[in-house]
């Protein structure tokens, strides 16, 4: 099945520095999204990204297919970008979902 | 806009009773509806996806016996966690897709705690 690895699995920010998440899979890919997960643990879907590039204000989502990898560029971090950004994806066109473990990232002022 | 809402938010139910949640769709018709358990420490496990006029398929280590699963109308789904104990702790999440779609828009879970 599909693996997801997310790297790293911690980080921590001066507010105003960039980030820098990383998604690698072990398959072909149909669909991924990141996700943001928010300390009461609800998500958010910040990118709906299978292939290419998107930007959404500070956010930066890359998936390079050949590559089996999806990065998630956060610039300018705030505190309130704390928290676990999950990406998760799905391969075999069944619409099953795998999920990273999640990067937790903390942004301290 | 899509949204997905889950019932209830959070919930304690005693060690060997059931507990039933909800996932209601607003906005869009969920043609799939995908149920998740994250337990304490871990990441988003599959529990079972739910498609309409279709059978629902269940993941390996879940079990329709443990966690049946409704899903009557293109708006709504439910899930019970039968005879409960501590390893069913954990937020349940439910995300739904509509037709023609490939993203999930997912509720704000439901948080069980066992005791």
């Known amino acids: 099945g599909q693996q997801v690895q997310q790297s790293p699995a911690s980080l921590v920010l001066q507010e105003g520095e960039n980030a820098e998440l990383q998604c690698n899979f072990s398959?072909?890919?149909?669909?991924m999204q990141w996700f943001y997960q928010r300390p009461g643990g609800s998500l958010v879907s910040l990118f709906y990204?299978?292939?290419g590039t998107k930007h959404s204000g500070r956010l930066t989502s890359t998936t390079v297919i050949k590559e089996r990898r999806s990065s998630l560029h956060i610039s300018s971090s705030q505190t309130t970008d704390s928290g676990t950004y999950l990406c998760?994806?799905?391969?075999?066109?069944?619409?099953?979902?795998?999920f990273g473990a999640g990067t937790r990232l903390k942004v301290i002022a | 806009g899509a949204l997905v809402y889950q019932y209830p938010r959070r919930t304690i139910c005693k060690s060997g009773t059931s507990m039933r949640m909800e996932c209601q769709a607003v906005?869009?018709?969920?043609?799939?509806v995908a149920w998740y358990r994250q337990s304490p420490q871990k990441t988003f496990e599959l529990i079972a996806l739910?498609?309409?006029?279709?059978?629902?398929?269940?993941e390996q280590n879940f079990t329709q016996e443990k966690f049946p699963i409704s899903h009557p109308n293109l708006s709504f789904s439910s899930m019970t966690v039968l005879n409960a104990y501590l390893e069913d702790r954990g937020l349940y999440l439910c995300?739904?897709?509509?037709?023609?779609?490939?993203?999930?828009?997912f509720g704000s879970g439901t948080r069980l705690l066992v005791i």
């Open positions: 998760a994806l799905e391969s075999g066109g069944n619409y099953k979902y795998v």
């Open positions: 398959t072909s890919l149909n669909s």
């Open positions: 990204n299978p292939s």
């Open positions: 906005g869009f018709q969920a043609t799939s």
């Open positions: 739910s498609t309409v006029n279709s059978a629902i398929k269940y």
């Open positions: 995300g739904a897709r509509r037709r023609g779609n490939s993203d999930y828009t």
